[in-house]
């Protein structure tokens, strides 16, 4: 029989850690659709829009999440989310540190294909006829491969919470809302 764990959800983080959390959330949640929609689009203005856009956000997270990192090292955490499972309570360390590194590796794929696919003179003139037909290079599936897993922890960091919540009838949103 598993043992179910109280934990202690008044012990929270600091106040920069969970405006960073929930403005990387809205923001990545943002940038989904955005790349998934420039994906089948033909190159023109209407493409370029969005990926202006795309790119303006998804350094706006990247900054947010070399800041978080820094705050990771400099602000006391609260402590791990027992779970009563050894092996799930890696899991969720797993998880959380893996979205740090899917993070950087997205913004650093982004840019390898701005550079390697000669977009950032069309990104800079905003000019939608230097945009290149055919992105068929090895930074962008890379970008498109960190972007799946990135949705896949997403939704595994999701499921966690309200797994935890179902099972362990624990509010842990409390630890990361001011």
Not at 43 to 65: D, E, M, P, R, S
Not at 112 to 132: K, W
């Amino acid at each position: 029989m598993k043992t179910i764990v109280k934990n202690n959800l008044s012990d929270k983080y600091s106040k920069g850690t969970i405006i960073i959390h929930w403005l990387s959330f809205l923001l990545i949640i943002a940038l989904i659709p955005t790349g998934i929609i420039m994906a089948d689009m033909e190159a023109g203005t209407a493409k370029l829009n969005l990926l202006q856009l795309h790119v303006l956000v998804g350094i706006i997270v990247f900054v947010l999440t070399l800041v978080r990192v820094w705050f990771f090292f400099r602000h006391k955490r609260p402590s791990k989310l027992e779970t009563g499972n050894a092996l799930h309570n890696k899991l969720v360390v797993w998880i959380e540190n893996s979205f740090y590194y899917i993070l950087i590796l997205l913004c650093i794929t982004g840019i390898a294909t701005i550079v390697m696919g000669n977009i950032g003179e069309a990104l800079q003139s905003a000019d939608a006829s230097l945009l290149p037909e055919n992105l068929d290079i090895p930074p962008r599936y890379a970008h498109k491969v960190s972007a799946i897993l990135l949705i896949i922890l997403l939704l595994g960091h999701i499921g966690g919470v309200i797994n935890h919540y179902i099972k362990n009838k624990e509010n842990t949103i409390k630890r990361i809302t001011p």
